[in-house]
């Protein structure tokens, strides 16, 4: 069965830190791996990486993947308090079922003031 | 061009009652994903359906639960005799076609009492 592990489980940091949040994952025929920022709302799409060490990067947030270690990190530079939210790591696999995504139970994100 | 809508945001029924959650998708989306969030859990996956047919029902529980897309209007995620398990947050997601990007709604709040 597909497993993904999110840490840490919450995090509360002060505006302008930098944090990084880490995703692990166990996949039979890994097609890709998903973040989205869940806030009280939909969860919306962040990144999709398929390929190893190649950065993905929009605006303060960027995030890389090692396939060969199983796991991906979403960092978030100078942090601000509308980056509070729960982030979610989903993962693809590539068999009859990739429709399905597998997420993880996400980091909660506080940023204070 | 509107997101995905579901409705209603929050739903509140009493043990043995009935809900329906609507899921309206994307215009041009053809595909909808039903998934759900227990506290402390990571969304998982319940069913998939293409208009008037369902692909995937794997995720679904054996009883009391039900999906349909049809031909004409939303799709409905049907619970009967709802249990207090049954609590939890209801997501729909839709895309263009079968493994493409899946872009989410904002979910409904189930809470039975």
């Known amino acids: 069965e597909d497993k993904v592990v999110q840490s840490p489980l919450s995090l509360v940091v002060h505006e302008g830190d930098t944090v990084t949040l880490n995703c692990s994952y166990e996949?039979?025929?890994?097609?890709?791996l998903l973040w989205y920022k869940q806030e009280k709302k939909a969860p919306t799409f962040l990144f999709m990486l398929?390929?190893?060490?190649i950065e993905k990067k929009s605006g303060r947030l960027s995030s890389i993947l090692d396939k060969k270690e199983l796991f991906s990190i979403l960092n978030i530079t100078a942090t601000q308090t509308g980056d509070s939210a729960v982030y979610l790591c989903?993962?693809?696999?590539?068999?009859?079922?990739?429709?399905?995504?597998?997420f993880g139970k996400g980091t909660l994100l506080t940023v204070n003031p | 061009n509107a997101g995905v809508m579901q409705n209603p945001r929050h739903l509140v029924r009493r043990r043995g009652q009935e809900a329906r959650l609507r899921c309206s998708p994307m215009k041009g989306h053809s595909h909808v994903y039903w998934y759900r969030q227990l506290p402390e859990e990571g969304l998982k996956f319940m069913v998939y359906?293409?208009?008037?047919?369902?692909?995937?029902e794997s995720g679904m529980p054996k009883e009391r639960f039900s999906a349909e897309f049809p031909k004409e209007g939303p799709s409905i995620l049907r619970i009967q005799q709802v249990v207090r398990g049954d609590s939890a947050a209801y997501f729909c997601?839709?895309?263009?076609?079968?493994?493409?990007?899946?872009?989410f709604g904002s979910g409904t709040q189930l809470s039975v009492l």
């Open positions: 989903a993962v693809e696999n590539s068999g009859g079922s990739n429709y399905k995504l597998t």
């Open positions: 996949v039979t025929n890994f097609r890709s």
């Open positions: 359906l293409q208009k008037e047919n369902i692909i995937d």
């Open positions: 398929t390929s190893s060490g």
């Open positions: 997601a839709s895309s263009p076609g079968r493994g493409e990007k899946l872009f």
